[in-house]
Every structure is written in C-alpha cells, then in structure tokens.
C-alpha cells in the first residue's frame, strides 16, 4: 500500500486510509500489509500487528522510492494499493515488476480534474480497480479519465461509532466559548481559502436572516488556516463578529466534544468528496444539514439522514438550517450503514475479487 499518511496523520484521506487498514486487518485472508507511507506521522497511534509500517519511507522523494524498492524485492504482494492518484508512478512500477493488480483508490478534488501532468492521467487508465467512495467522485473521475465502468467499485467512508458518540455540553468548553445558553451551528474543517468549499460563507451569509427567530444563535467555526482572516472579516462585515467563533486547531481529543456543543451541524459545500466530519457530527446526536452539489448528498443518504440544500442558493441554505434546528438531538436511522462493520464487509467483498483470482 502507497500512501501519503494514515497513523497519527490528519485529514479525511488520511483517516480514510487508517478505516482501509483496519479493514484489511480485519479480514482473516489478510497475512500482512506492507504500507509505505509519504508522511510518517507524529507516532500517536498503535500500528497492528499486520501492518509493516514502512516509516523510513517518509524521509523524502529519494527515501520513498528506495523502501519501495526494497519491499518489492522482499515480498511478493497479492495486490498492490495507490491510496492517492499521486503515487501511481510507483504503484504502477510495482505491478509491472509483480504481476499484481494494481488499485486505485480515490476521495474528492484529488480526483475531480485531469492531472497537470498527463503521465498520471495515463497511469489512472491503468489501474485494474478504481475505488471511490461516493458516485460523485466516480461521475467526476470518469469526466476526464473514460474508463470502463466495469473498474469502478464504490467504497462509501466509515465512522466509529464506538468513539463518536451522543452526549452532552461539556460545561467547561462551553465556558471558553461563551456558549452559555446559546444556540449553536457548527462546521469544522480547514480554513483554506483557495477552496472556500465547505460553505462557511454561505452559512454567515445566512445569519442575518435567522436572528429574528433565533435571536441565541450562534456559528462556531472549527479548524485553523489562512482563510481565517478572510472569514473574520467577512463575519465583522456582517455585523456578525460576536456572533461567529473561531475555535484553532482542535486537539483530537476535544473533537467529540466540540461537536457536542452543537444544535445542528451545518455544511452547504461544493468540494466534499464524501464528508466524514458530517458521519462524525450525527454519531455524536448532532441534527446535520448537507449540500446536494457534492459527495456529502450522498452521506446524507440523498436526505434520509437529515436536509440536503443548493449552496448557491441562500433560500434553500435558510430553509437547511431551520431544518435542522428543528431535528431531535440523537443518532438518525440509518447512520449503521457506514458502521466500521459495514466497511470491512464491503471492503472484504472487494477482496473476494482477488482470492477468487
């Protein structure tokens, strides 16, 4: 397995990848996975047993492709994993030199858009298998790579719901906000401003008009980055700067409990290739409100599990959000279907692919 980070990394590839590993851990067919990362992470989570945690190959270009080179002398692999479009070059090497099928596996805007360079778009055809975790990744991956639809296999995110769990306020992080006896619409995610995708804008943008009715509200932004300043603007632009809360980075730790902090959940974005923070928030008995112009419609379950808006709509954004507030605070029906179980079935039967080889 080629990867850029799994243990100890951050971002929802990154935990992506962690959910795969586990998966594969899991499936008693599975002797070992030798996983060479690009990014060695910072050593806070236990590695299992049948994971060979390559970290030496996080030390640079040159160190990546000698340990690769080294572990394709060793083993003889079964199957080889790309766990991002990047890392084809190597990947591909590898089953030229093993005969091993080759797959793909790819998240969101990593996938939507042709490669710069037109040796990964040549590679990406080449893959044996391209696993997607939602039908809009796949739909945007096959706008520029044309592969046979016979490849795709769809591979829907996981979420723990042993860690993310209902509960409630925790009165001391409430105190560091103020929160007390407020309402609260959460959204948290990096702060980048080159993609403005997760509909925070819209969401301030939306504010005003709910005052009247919601005269508590408030919106806590989680997540650091450079668009900070760029929001903090827009929100005293708004006559919204005591009204919307930056929280930083927030520790792994703190991370249930800041969605306990929230009355809904909210995220009209455009750029989500699924939205795992979105299975987070409604594991933890967060109401979630989503957008219909990406993957996270689809984990929303085109809206079984709580409203889907048009975030180029500020109407339909409103209505969301009301929406949403106006939910019962617990885990909605259906949220099982992206239980831990559920993805190591799926992934098993994608392996049945390859035992049956």
Not at 93 to 116: E, M, Q, S, V
Not at 138 to 160: E, I, N, S, Y
Not at 237 to 264: M, S
Request: aromatic share 8%; hydrophobic share 45%; net charge neutral.
């Amino acid at each position: 397995m080629f990867l850029h980070d799994a243990y100890g990394g951050h971002g929802g590839i990154s935990r992506n990848n962690r959910d795969v590993l586990d998966a594969l851990v899991h499936d008693p067919r599975v002797e070992q996975i030798v996983a060479l990362p690009r990014i060695a992470g910072d050593g806070s989570e236990a590695i299992p047993a049948k994971v060979d945690w390559r970290v030496s190959a996080a030390g640079g270009t040159r160190a990546f492709l000698s340990e690769s080179l080294r572990a394709l002398a060793a083993t003889q692999p079964d199957l080889i994993l790309a766990a991002h479009i990047r890392l084809l070059p190597v990947a591909y090497l590898a089953k030229l030199a093993t005969g091993a099928p080759l797959w793909l596996f790819i998240y969101g805007i990593d996938a939507w858009d042709r490669p710069k360079n037109p040796l990964l778009t040549w590679l990406a055809r080449r893959a044996d298998r391209v696993i997607s975790i939602s039908e809009v990744t796949t739909a945007r991956f096959q706008d520029w790579a044309h592969l046979p639809a016979g490849r795709f296999r769809l591979l829907p995110c996981t979420v723990d719901l042993d860690l993310f769990r209902p509960g409630s306020r925790d009165p001391a992080l409430a105190e560091r906000y103020g929160l007390a006896g407020k309402q609260v619409l959460f959204t948290f995610g990096r702060l980048v401003s080159e993609q403005r995708a997760k509909g925070m804008d819209e969401v301030m943008q939306a504010m005003p008009g709910l005052l009247p009715d919601y005269p508590d509200l408030v919106y806590l932004i989680g997540g650091s980055g450079p668009d900070r300043p760029r929001l903090e603007a827009k929100a005293k632009a708004l006559g919204l700067a005591d009204r919307v809360i930056f929280t930083g980075r927030i520790a792994e730790e703190e991370k249930v409990a800041h969605y306990h902090l929230a009355d809904a959940y909210v995220m009209p974005s455009r750029g989500e290739g699924m939205g795992i923070v979105i299975l987070e928030a409604m594991a933890a008995g967060v109401p979630a409100m989503a957008s219909a112009k990406d993957g996270s419609r689809e984990t929303m379950r085109d809206g079984m599990l709580g409203p889907i808006v048009d975030p180029d709509d500020p109407a339909s954004v409103a209505a969301g959000i009301r929406a949403a507030l106006a939910r019962p605070r617990g885990r909605p029906e259906g949220l099982d279907y992206f239980s831990r179980e559920s993805f190591r079935r799926r992934l098993s039967g994608l392996l049945d692919e390859v035992a049956d080889r």
